[in-house]
C-alpha cells in the first residue's frame, strides 16, 4: 500500500537553525498519527511542509505516493485546522465552511447545501448565518473542521487544534475527533505538544526533539519501553539515570528510565524488598493530586526524582516532612534500558 | 494622596470623569462648538444692497449656492479632482501598502515607512512650490521628457480638452499629480495598518482550501483591507476638497471649494456663502460613508 505521507531525508533549515533535520517516516492510509514534542522541536515545522505552506531544503514530501515537494497548497488535497482556527472574519460561518468549494467553482446553491451537511455533522447546524466572532471556542475550533473537511481531503492535518480549549472541553472534543476519523476513515496527523492527548488518540506518534524523531511507535510502547532518556522524561514522565549515575547509583553503566508510579517510598531504614533496586535521598516537595501524591525526592547521588505514591498506601509514611531521609526503591523488571546516552536530553 | 487615590480606585466612574471631562469641554467648544457656529452661518444670507449680514433663519445661501452654474461647476470640478486623486492614490498605494505589511520586517519596514512620511515632515508650501518648478514649461519634468523624445506626447497630452493647459503646471493634469503626491502617505498608512492586523494564518487558510493567490487576494485580503482603504480615502477625499493651496499655486485657473471659502470668507466679507462651501465637503463625505457602509465596507471591523 502506498503511503498516505512520506518524508524522505527532508530537512528545513532557517539560518543556523534546523527546525527539520534529516526526517524519514511514512504514515498509513487512514492512520491517526500523532506528532509529540515541546515547541521548536520540529513538529509544526514538518506539519507546514506536509500542508504546502513550505518547501524542504533537502529530501523530498510523498503524498499517495508523488512527490509535492514543489506543489503549492492550492493543488494539494490536504485540508488543515489551524491553531487559532484562521476563520474569516468578514464571512458568516455557512460562508466559511463552504468557501473551499467556492474557490472550486461549485455554483453557490451545491456548496451552501454542502457547507449545512458539514455544519451538521459537526453540530452546528442552527449557526450558520453567524459570525465567528459571535460563536465561543468550542464552536470555532468545530466550524474550522468543517471547513477543512468539506474538501474531502486525503490527509487531515490538525495544529494544536485543542490547545485553546478548558479541560473538559478538550476531553470531548478528543473523544468526538477519534470518532469522526474512525467514521470519515481518513488520515489524521495531529500536531500537540500535549503527551495525554497524543496517546489517547493516536494509533502511532512520533516523539520530535530538536528537529529529529526520537521514537516513532505505538503509545503504548512508547509509554511502556522508551528508547531514549528524552522520550522517558516526555513521554511518561519517567525517572531517568544517566549511565554516570547508574554507576554511583552501583547498578551497570547503562543509562534506563523508571516511571514515578513504578517507585515506592520506603523510610530511610527500611530493607529493599526482594528483587528491588535502591537509592537513598530526602524528600523535596510532596503534592497532592487526588488519587495519588507526588513525592519530589534529591538523591543523594544527585538528579531530583519522582515517585507517585497512591493515597491507599500513603498511611505508612506520615510523618514524613519536607527534608526527611528515605529510601526510593522499584522494582527491577520495571527499569527500562535506554538506547542512547541518556546526556542527549 | 494616597487618600485621592483609593478614594478614585474604588469610584471609577469619578476616575473616568477626571480624566475626560477637560478634554471633552476643549473638544466640545473648540471643534464642535465652531463647527456648529459656521454651520448656522450659513442659514444666514448677506444683503446684496448693504453687504450686511441679515440674521435670520432662511435657505437663500443654499439656493445661491446650487443654482448659480459659477458655484455648481466649483463643486462638480472640486468632486471630480476628489474623486480621481482618491482613486489614483487608493491604485497607487495598495501594492506598496501590501508590501510594507506583508512582505518588509526589519530595516526595509522601518526604512519604507519613514520614506512614506518623510514628504510629511517638510513644509507643505514649500512642496507646493517645488512641484510649481517642477511641472513648469521650461522645469525638469518638461526636459526630461524631451531628453526621451516625446515632447509630442507631453504636447497632445496638454492639448487635451478640459484638463490640458499651456503647461503642466498651469493645468489640472499638474494639479492633479501634485494632489495626489501630498496625499498619498494617508493612503498608505491607513491601508498598511488595515493589512498589518490581517493575520497570515488567513491567507494561509485560504491557500489551503485551494484558492489561488489571485483567489486569495480578492477574497480574503481586499475585504479585509476595504476599512483601512475608506479610512485612507476619506483623508484623501476631504482633504482635495478642502484644500486652498495647491489649486490657487498650481493649475489652471477655475476656482476650486476651498478657494471659494477662503475667498469669500476673506475680500468677499459673504460669510454664510462661504459657511455654505464648507458644508459640502461635510455631506459629500456623510454620502460617501453611507454608500461604504452600505457595500459593507466596514463589515470586517
Known amino acids: 500500500m502506498t503511503a498516505a505521507i512520506e518524508f524522505r531525508g527532508v530537512s528545513r533549515i532557517y539560518g543556523e537553525v534546523r527546525a527539520v533535520d534529516d526526517v524519514s517516516f511514512a504514515i498509513e492510509p487512514g492512520e491517526f498519527f500523532a506528532m509529540l514534542g515541546p515547541s521548536g522541536s520540529g513538529k509544526t515545522s514538518c506539519l507546514r511542509l506536509v500542508a504546502g505552506f513550505d518547501t524542504p531544503d533537502h529530501g523530498q514530501v510523498l503524498l499517495d505516493g508523488a512527490d509535492v515537494s514543489a506543489v503549492p497548497p492550492y493543488d494539494r488535497n490536504v485540508n488543515t485546522v489551524f491553531q487559532d482556527y484562521a476563520l474569516?472574519?468578514?464571512?458568516?460561518?455557512?460562508?466559511?465552511?463552504?468557501?473551499?468549494?467556492?474557490?472550486?467553482?461549485?455554483?453557490?446553491?451545491?456548496?451552501?447545501?454542502?457547507?449545512?451537511?458539514?455544519?451538521?455533522?459537526v453540530q452546528l447546524g442552527a449557526q450558520g448565518g453567524r459570525r465567528p466572532s459571535q460563536l465561543s471556542g468550542g464552536q470555532r475550533q468545530r466550524v474550522a473542521l468543517a471547513r477543512a473537511l468539506i474538501n474531502h481531503p486525503k490527509v487531515l492535518l490538525l495544529d494544536e487544534p485543542l490547545g485553546a480549549l478548558d479541560l473538559k472541553l478538550r476531553e470531548e472534543m478528543q473523544i468526538e475527533?477519534?470518532?469522526?476519523?474512525?467514521?470519515?476513515?481518513?488520515?489524521?496527523?495531529?500536531?500537540?505538544?500535549?503527551?495525554?492527548?497524543?496517546?489517547?488518540?493516536?494509533?502511532?506518534?512520533?516523539?520530535?526533539?530538536?528537529?529529529?524523531?526520537?521514537?516513532?511507535?505505538a503509545p503504548r510502547d512508547l509509554y511502556l519501553s522508551?528508547?531514549?532518556?528524552?522520550?522517558?522524561?516526555?513521554?511518561?514522565?519517567?525517572?531517568?539515570?544517566?549511565?554516570?549515575?547508574?554507576?554511583?547509583?552501583?547498578?551497570?553503566?547503562?543509562?534506563?528510565?523508571?516511571?514515578?508510579?513504578?517507585?515506592?517510598?520506603?523510610?530511610?531504614?527500611a530493607s529493599a524488598p526482594a528483587d528491588h533496586a535502591c537509592a537513598p535521598g530526602a524528600v523535596v516537595a510532596v503534592q497532592f493530586h487526588g488519587a495519588a501524591s507526588?513525592?519530589?525526592?534529591?538523591?543523594?547521588?544527585?538528579?531530583?526524582?519522582?515517585?507517585?505514591?497512591?493515597?491507599?498506601?500513603?498511611?505508612?509514611?506520615?510523618?514524613?516532612?519536607?527534608?526527611?531521609?528515605?529510601?526510593?526503591?522499584?522494582?527491577r523488571a520495571a527499569a527500562v534500558p535506554l538506547t542512547e546516552p541518556a546526556a542527549s536530553a | 494622596m494616597r487618600a485621592a487615590s483609593t478614594f478614585f480606585w474604588r469610584r471609577p466612574y469619578w476616575y473616568l470623569a477626571l480624566l475626560l471631562v477637560p478634554p471633552l469641554l476643549w473638544f466640545g467648544t473648540v471643534y464642535l462648538g465652531s463647527l456648529i457656529a459656521l454651520l448656522a452661518q450659513s442659514f444666514y444670507r448677506i444683503d446684496d444692497f448693504t453687504a450686511q449680514?441679515?440674521?435670520e433663519p432662511t435657505l437663500a445661501t443654499y439656493g445661491q449656492l446650487v443654482t448659480q452654474p459659477a458655484n455648481v461647476d466649483i463643486v462638480v470640478r472640486t468632486v471630480t479632482m476628489a474623486i480621481a486623486v482618491t482613486i489614483t492614490c487608493a491604485l497607487i498605494a495598495l501594492p506598496i501598502a501590501t508590501?510594507?505589511?506583508?512582505?518588509?520586517?526589519?530595516?526595509?519596514?522601518?526604512?519604507?515607512?519613514?520614506?512614506?512620511?518623510?514628504?510629511?515632515?517638510?513644509?507643505?508650501?514649500?512642496?507646493?512650490?517645488?512641484?510649481?518648478?517642477?511641472?513648469?514649461?521650461?522645469?525638469?519634468?518638461?526636459?526630461?521628457?524631451?531628453?526621451?523624445?516625446?515632447?509630442?506626447?507631453?504636447?497632445?497630452?496638454?492639448?487635451?480638452?478640459?484638463?490640458?493647459?499651456?503647461?503642466?503646471?498651469?493645468?489640472?493634469i499638474g494639479m492633479f499629480l501634485v494632489f495626489v503626491y501630498m496625499w498619498l502617505p494617508f493612503m498608505i498608512l491607513p491601508m498598511a495598518a488595515a493589512l498589518?492586523?490581517?493575520?497570515?494564518?488567513?491567507?494561509?487558510?485560504?491557500?489551503?482550501?485551494?484558492?489561488?493567490?489571485?483567489?486569495?487576494?480578492?477574497?480574503?485580503?481586499?475585504?479585509?483591507?476595504i476599512p483601512g482603504i475608506a479610512a485612507g480615502s476619506v483623508f484623501t477625499f476631504s482633504l482635495t476638497l478642502g484644500d486652498y493651496i495647491i489649486p490657487s499655486v498650481v493649475g489652471a485657473p477655475g476656482y476650486f471649494i476651498g478657494m471659494m471659502v477662503y475667498v469669500q470668507q476673506g475680500t468677499a466679507g459673504n460669510i454664510p456663502l462661504a459657511a455654505a462651501f464648507s458644508v459640502v465637503p461635510i455631506v459629500l463625505i456623510f454620502v460617501y460613508l453611507s454608500i461604504a457602509k452600505r457595500f459593507g465596507a466596514f463589515d470586517a471591523l
Not at chain 2, 196 to 224: I, K, M
Open chain 2, 53 to 55: 449680514i441679515v440674521r
Open chain 2, 99 to 172: 508590501y510594507m505589511a506583508r512582505y518588509a520586517t526589519g530595516r526595509m519596514k522601518a526604512l519604507f515607512y519613514v520614506g512614506v512620511m518623510l514628504p510629511m515632515w517638510t513644509s507643505y508650501l514649500v512642496k507646493v512650490y517645488a512641484w510649481r518648478l517642477l511641472l513648469a514649461k521650461e522645469g525638469i519634468i518638461a526636459w526630461f521628457v524631451g531628453k526621451l523624445g516625446l515632447t509630442g506626447l507631453l504636447d497632445a497630452l496638454l492639448a487635451t480638452p478640459a484638463v490640458g493647459g499651456p503647461s503642466l503646471s498651469s493645468s489640472y
Open chain 1, 177 to 217: 475527533l477519534k470518532s469522526l476519523q474512525k467514521k470519515l476513515g481518513i488520515t489524521f496527523v495531529y500536531v500537540t505538544h500535549d503527551q495525554g492527548e497524543a496517546l489517547s488518540m493516536a494509533d502511532r506518534v512520533a516523539v520530535f526533539n530538536r528537529g529529529r524523531i526520537e521514537q516513532l511507535a
Open chain 1, 294 to 331: 507526588r513525592w519530589q525526592i534529591q538523591l543523594d547521588a544527585g538528579e531530583v526524582w519522582s515517585a507517585l505514591v497512591p493515597e491507599d498506601e500513603a498511611h505508612g509514611l506520615n510523618g514524613l516532612n519536607v527534608g526527611a531521609r528515605v529510601k526510593l526503591c522499584w522494582p
Open chain 1, 88 to 121: 474569516f472574519p468578514h464571512m458568516t460561518v455557512l460562508q466559511n465552511v463552504a468557501y473551499g468549494p467556492r474557490v472550486r467553482g461549485v455554483a453557490l446553491a451545491e456548496r451552501e447545501q454542502r457547507a449545512r451537511e458539514m455544519l451538521e455533522l
Open chain 1, 226 to 269: 522508551p528508547a531514549t532518556a528524552f522520550v522517558a522524561r516526555f513521554v511518561g514522565s519517567s525517572n531517568v539515570a544517566t549511565a554516570a549515575l547508574a554507576t554511583k547509583l552501583g547498578f551497570d553503566a547503562q543509562a534506563f528510565a523508571v516511571r514515578a508510579e513504578n517507585i515506592m517510598v520506603h523510610g530511610e531504614s
Open chain 2, 196 to 225: 498589518e492586523r490581517v493575520p497570515g494564518s488567513l491567507l494561509q487558510a485560504s491557500a489551503d482550501l485551494g484558492a489561488r493567490p489571485a483567489q486569495t487576494f480578492r477574497n480574503v485580503v481586499l475585504p479585509l483591507a
